[in-house]
């Protein structure tokens, strides 16, 4: 099976650094996740989006991946949110408990809102 | 006072090189008379000054001679008083001219004699000389053509395929072999990122250097689109808008464009008036139709797209018109009738579709049969379930119809979960009977193909979406870590997946070699401890166990020496529930 790779770009909102994803989140996506939460960083915004609207595998490696960039925002004392989410795997990171610590909304456009009603 | 005329025959034209050759031998034996060189001049196959010299090859005085020929008139005007035509074979091969004599005298009879002597000795080597030039010309040509067959070829060769891509759970095969006068033919296979890939066949009509160009441009094109994303149809009309403006006249390319989905066997494609390729399974033999014109004849050109699902154990072949289209001595044509047949007669063994039809095609032929145009076959075989219960894999049947007795080590998931002597689905239990036996390389990234033979297997029950992906989750992950932890990313030992059904469940074992070394199940147990895991007091990992438990019903472990066994079942009615984290 040939191994499928994962895209991501960065954009940056006014109060929030959006990660978008494309592919699959397995052990091939770690270098390619973490370059773009580095880039993410790099502005300095408090809170990271990660849009999963184009990502339709994610497997247990992909969680731990997500996991260790929970653990790092939380340690730069960033908030980490989720939009995009199939609800497949909404209910895989609920299992997980990861949407304890990672807000998980239904699209960019819901997180950014709330983002922005939060700051207010 | 001796000229020279290379005009030799109706049917030959020597070049001016060999003229001029010619010309210089004329005036070395004249030595000494060198007044002029007349220019060398054609006569036209109809002049009747042929038919007279023929009939009279002797010195001819040309001012009595009247004739209306442009022949005779150039000769006159070039001061030409005596002509001795060289006749060689009942044909003319040239003339020997003279001007006057220095001395301004007439010719005499010895003159003539002695002149038409040496017609009758030079017209013979004459002819010896112009056929050594013919042949030297001839072999020129030849060199050309050859020099023009060997670019031609090396395009060609350059650009197909050098390997082919690796698509496990598939068989891919090729086989082109261009004729003499090569022709356009070409296949390619484009990766996309997604892990798709594109099947290409074509065609370019016209043979050579011209149609190899052709198709390097064709290719670019199409792998450029490929890269874009755009699908079959999208691909066929840009690649048509893009070739219509530079192709040559009266040049056109024929081509089929598909994307297959190798998880799941999905197939979209279009097709710009290729042969229509052919799909077959169990001897029944189906086209694979889409319509289209050929690319580079008219721009603006749309191409229908059509999509279908090729099942396991069924085939596909794409080719070209070489098949077809070749003749056997009676001059009777190959045709598609005969390939149809064949296909649906075709029984997979030790040969593979395509030696069997190249067989087939050669006892078709003959044997001294000159191939007429390139010959290119692509078969794309979806591999048949690997059947345990017939004959595919002895040892992995004898394995499994053994594991309830080898058992030495069985854990349940749960502790509320009774401990059985045996896997809950057995296939010797009453009650469960194996739908399906697969199995998968042990590569990393085949978990995917794992989902896809489960979910193709249990499609018939038609299970809500959620429970679908819960389950193809859990299949994922066991056959993860049974190629990881189990069988070492051995490509060699396979991934065994026997799925089961019975009145209330479904169940999926997922077998490695690993035996009670494979994977520490023990450990996967409890809940990972997420808070620890984000104060970076705990690996990031070790989620997969977890998720299994929890996105099926019941989860077992078997282990013995040689096999690790996990065992998923789904219930199919009642409490459909996934089990909740504590």
């Keep these: ?120 | 006072m001796a000229s020279f005329l290379q005009r030799f025959g109706q049917k030959r034209r020597a070049n001016k090189s060999s003229a001029k050759k010619q010309t210089r031998q004329a005036q070395a034996t004249a030595a000494s008379v060198t007044q002029s060189v007349a220019q060398p001049m054609d006569i036209a196959p109809n002049d009747p000054i042929i038919a007279y010299f023929l009939s009279s090859p002797t010195a001819v005085e040309i001012d009595k001679l009247q004739l209306d020929s442009p022949t005779l008139k150039a000769l006159k005007a070039a001061h030409v008083k005596l002509t001795i035509p060289l006749v060689s074979q009942g044909e003319l091969v040239g003339l020997i001219n003279l001007g006057n004599r220095l001395s301004e005298q007439d010719y005499s009879s010895y003159d003539k004699g002695l002149l038409n002597s040496l017609a009758t000795q030079a017209a013979p080597a004459l002819r010896v000389a112009q056929m050594v030039l013919e042949q030297q010309a001839q072999a020129r040509e030849r060199e050309r053509i050859e020099q023009e067959l060997k670019i031609a070829r090396l395009i060609q060769q350059t650009l197909l395929p050098k390997e082919l891509p690796d698509l496990p759970g598939w068989q891919l095969t090729t086989f082109y072999q261009p004729a003499r006068a090569v022709g356009g033919d070409f296949y390619d296979f484009i990766p996309y990122e997604d892990g798709r890939i594109g099947l290409v066949v074509g065609d370019v009509t016209d043979k050579g250097v011209p149609a190899a160009l052709v198709m390097a441009t064709t290719r670019s094109i199409l792998r450029s689109s490929a890269q874009a994303d755009y699908s079959p149809g999208e691909v066929l009309e840009r690649a048509n808008d893009l070739l219509f403006p530079d192709i040559p006249p009266r040049m056109f390319v024929t081509c089929f464009y598909a994307i297959l989905d190798p998880v799941s066997g999905h197939v979209v494609y279009a097709n710009a008036g290729h042969d229509l390729p052919y799909r077959w399974l169990e001897g029944e033999v189906a086209e694979l139709r889409a319509t289209g014109m050929p690319l580079g004849l008219m721009p603006g050109m749309q191409y229908e797209e059509k999509e279908t699902t090729l099942t396991a154990g069924e085939s596909i072949l794409l080719y070209s018109d070489g098949l077809v289209e070749a003749h056997n001595p009676n001059r009777d044509m190959f045709g598609f009738p005969r390939l149809i047949t064949l296909l649906g007669t075709y029984e997979a063994g030790e040969q593979n579709a395509i030696d069997y039809l190249r067989d087939e095609l050669s006892t078709f032929t003959g044997d001294n049969w000159e191939q007429e145009d390139d010959i290119t076959l692509v078969t794309l075989a979806r591999s048949p379930v690997p059947a345990l219960n017939d004959d595919a894999d002895q040892a992995t049947m004898h394995l499994l119809e053994n594991l309830p007795a080898n058992l030495l080590e069985l854990v349940s998931q749960n502790q509320d979960q009774p401990r059985s002597q045996e896997l809950t689905a057995s296939s010797q239990s009453n009650g469960w009977h194996v739908l399906q036996t697969y199995q998968v390389p042990s590569e990393a990234g085949n978990e995917r193909l794992a989902m896809a033979y489960v979910s193709e297997t249990i499609r018939p029950f038609h299970l809500p979406e959620r429970r679908l992906e819960q389950l193809g989750t859990a299949v994922a992950e066991a056959t993860m870590n049974a190629i990881e932890h189990g069988n070492h990313y051995n490509p060699e030992i396979p991934v065994t997946l026997q799925i089961l059904s019975s009145d209330q469940a479904i169940a999926v074992h997922i077998s490695d070699k690993g035996g009670t070394d494979s994977v520490p199940v023990h450990e996967e147990y409890e809940a990972p401890d997420i808070e620890a895991k984000l104060a970076e007091l705990q690996s990031p990992r070790g989620w997969g166990l977890f998720l299994i438990q929890n996105m099926v019903d019941e989860m077992h472990v078997l282990s013995n020496k040689e096999t690790h066994t996990i065992e998923l079942i789904l219930h199919l009615e009642g409490d459909a529930h996934v089990r909740q984290n504590a």
Excluded: W
């Design chain 1, 1 to 120: 099976m040939s191994v499928k790779t994962l895209k991501a770009s960065v954009r940056h909102r006014p109060s929030v650094s959006v990660v978008d994803l494309h592919g699959e989140i397995t052990a091939h996506a770690e270098h390619i996740l973490n370059n773009a939460y580095a880039e993410a960083e790099q502005r300095g915004l408090e809170v990271i989006l990660l849009n999963f609207d184009d990502v339709h595998y994610i497997n247990s490696t992909g969680i731990a991946l997500i996991v260790s960039l929970l653990a790092r925002a939380r340690k730069q004392h960033r908030r980490l949110l989720a939009c995009g989410l199939s609800d497949h795997y909404v209910e895989i990171f609920q299992v997980t408990r990861l949407s304890d610590f990672l807000r998980i909304f239904p699209d960019e456009t819901s997180a950014l809102t709330q983002e922005n009603t939060d700051e207010a």
